[in-house]
T-cell receptor, first 115, second 116 residues
Framework: ETGVTQTPRHLVMGMTNKKSLKCEQH?????MYWYKQSAKKPLELMFVYNFKEQTENNSVPSRFSPECPNSSHLFLHLHTLQPEDSALYLC??????????????FGPGTRLTVL | AQKITQTQPGMFVQEKEAVTLDCTYDTSDQSYGLFWYKQPSSGEMIFLIY??????QNATEGRYSLNFQKARKSANLVISASQLGDSAMYFC?????????????FGKGTHLIIQP
């Protein structure tokens, strides 16, 4: 596997379910990110992890719970979601360079539908 | 706060023509990075090109070039000799000079359709 992978690619869940999204990067990067892409809205940053430490939580509801056990893996645990949480969830990774020089590389995304 | 504006929701271009996708940005930071990404219908966000705020020359990557006009705060993407495979959503994004691992701010995107 190369680059950034995400599983599952598609997920349908009920509002009372608990599920997890997985992201893995094979680029030797130090930082990982979760973004949400809803229809007709720009991509929204959700969480940032740098060297396994969460450095940013962009006012995300607590029904989304991230986990970063190491620099290569990132999870997004989901519980009691709402239909408006249906979206494409994109994971990205980067080296974590300062000075605006940090290029992020994205995975293929998980398309989530909440019934 | 940063802001990215893409004023072209959709564009139709004939194959082999050059196309310019507009992007303007707003930031109070002195050091920042500007990026363009391509998103085909499959959903993956593909990195195309990067321009640093202190770079004096416009960035180029194959058929892609970035027309960077710092005083006007614009960072337009130019695709030369367009191909049918260029049909996709294109997003302009920026990051700022934080301590590293800073999130990207994205524009709303431009849907580019290349016609044969």
């Amino acid at each position: 596997e190369t680059g950034v992978t995400q599983t599952p690619r598609h997920l349908v869940m009920g509002m009372t379910n608990k599920k997890s999204l997985k992201c893995e990067q094979h680029l030797g990067h130090n930082a990982m990110y979760w973004y949400k892409q809803s229809a007709k809205k720009p991509l929204e940053l959700m969480f940032v992890y740098n060297f396994k430490e969460q450095t940013e939580n962009n006012s995300v509801p607590s029904r989304f719970s991230p986990e970063c056990p190491n620099s290569s893996h990132l999870f997004l645990h989901l519980h009691t979601l709402q239909p408006e949480d249906s979206a494409l969830y994109l994971c990205a990774s980067s080296r974590g360079l300062a000075g605006g020089r940090d290029t992020q590389y994205f995975g293929p995304g998980t398309r989530l539908t909440v019934l | 706060a940063q802001k990215i504006t893409q004023t072209q929701p959709g564009m139709f271009v004939q194959e082999k023509e050059a196309v310019t996708l507009d992007c303007t940005y707003d930031t109070s930071d002195q050091s920042y990075g500007l990026f363009w990404y391509k998103q085909p219908s499959s959903g993956e966000m593909i990195f195309l090109i990067y321009q640093g705020s202190y770079d004096e020359q416009n960035a180029t990557e194959g058929r892609y070039s970035l027309n960077f006009q710092k005083a006007r705060k614009s960072a337009n993407l130019v695709i030369s000799a367009s191909q049918l495979g260029d049909s996709a959503m294109y997003f302009c994004a920026m990051t700022y000079s934080g301590g590293g691992a800073d999130g990207l701010t994205f524009g709303k995107g431009t849907h580019l359709i290349i016609q044969p």
